[in-house]
């Protein structure tokens, strides 16, 4: 990033800071990815909030982008072990944060499992999470009852430039790998699992290119749509996996099950849009398969009589090449800094919820003074 740029996003960021600072600042845990960009974000959460512990994800960690936060705030290790044993959770949000009032901004769902535990048992208060995916948004709302709010800024109209430019970022890395390899797209039939804005955006932009484009989705509703749209959609999903040279999963809820590999095309591309433990059953595989690198960020996997290749160990195949959105990325950002102010407010049901309309307008604008071309 140019001196230029970053002077202008670190002005934008204060400026966001200055419009949704709370009359009093909670204490806060970030759940993030520290991309090459994100501290200037991260900045952001530590003026509005006491920023108690940054959380990187695991798989989307630049080094620099690491010591630059750590330089100013704790940075820990994050892991859904930590937040799926409640003992484990309260202990480790004691040590950071006791006695206080606490926003957790979480990607994922990770602190769902233990939110009851959370709320119940920790000396200060939680005053309740900020989500910002879809998968993470299903983990809330499947809940029977909820013991604090939940804003999600999954489904935000803001989000959706970021989705849109996510599903392009993954068929770029995608080709890339490929051609990496001397193979391409195309004469390669595609099967997307998965047909929410990821997944669409993906379907679009492969069939843009001239990929013939299978989609399924559990939804019919979704199939439905799809079908509406031009594509091809799988009535048996085992059928279609055969048939696939490529396959793109784009679920965040387990598109491939251990069973499910060996039905894969001789040859098969698998790549998927999140983590590998959200999408990907590959600890289910059946016995027999070995595994060795054909290139970098390329798995083969191998057994008598079949093989297949996995893109970046079943990571988010787009975090190779960064995984960059652009400046669309600090809409979403920025909605989620509203979502502190929201919940420190303290008056809001305990539900999943949005962040107002007037908080968006007023995010767009302020978005718009500082990066429209």
Known sequence: MEASERARLETYWRKIA??????????????????PERPAFVRAVGAVSELRAV??????????????VESSFAVDELSRELFNDPDRAVTYLE????GEPV??????GYFAPVLDALCDRFTGRILGVVEDTENGHKRYAEREKLPCPVLSVARSPLKDPEDFLVGQSVVFSTEALLRGRGDILHGRPALVIGFGKLGSSI?????AKGVHVTVYD????RRAQALSQGFAVARNREASLSMAGLVLCATGSMALRGEDFPQLKNGAYVATVTSSEDELELAG????????????HVTRFETTGHYFYLLNGGEAVNFIHGASVGPFIFLVQA??????????????SSAVQEISADDRSTIARTWLNYFIR
């Open 218 to 221: 559990i939804d019919p509703v």
């Open 103 to 108: 926003v957790l901004l979480d990607v994922g």
């Open 55 to 68: 959380l990187p994800k695991p798989k989307s960690v630049t080094a620099v982008a690491r010591r630059e």
């Open 335 to 348: 909605e989620i800094i509203a979502g502190v102010r929201a919940l420190a407010r303290g008056d809001l």
């Open 285 to 296: 595989l059946p016995d027999g398969y070995t595994r060795s690198t054909a290139q970098e």
């Open 18 to 35: 200055e419009l949704f600072t709370p009359a009093e600042r909670p204490s806060s845990l970030l759940v993030t990815h520290l991309l």
């Open 203 to 207: 379907a679009r932009l492969l069939h």
């Open 95 to 98: 040590t950071r944060a006791a």
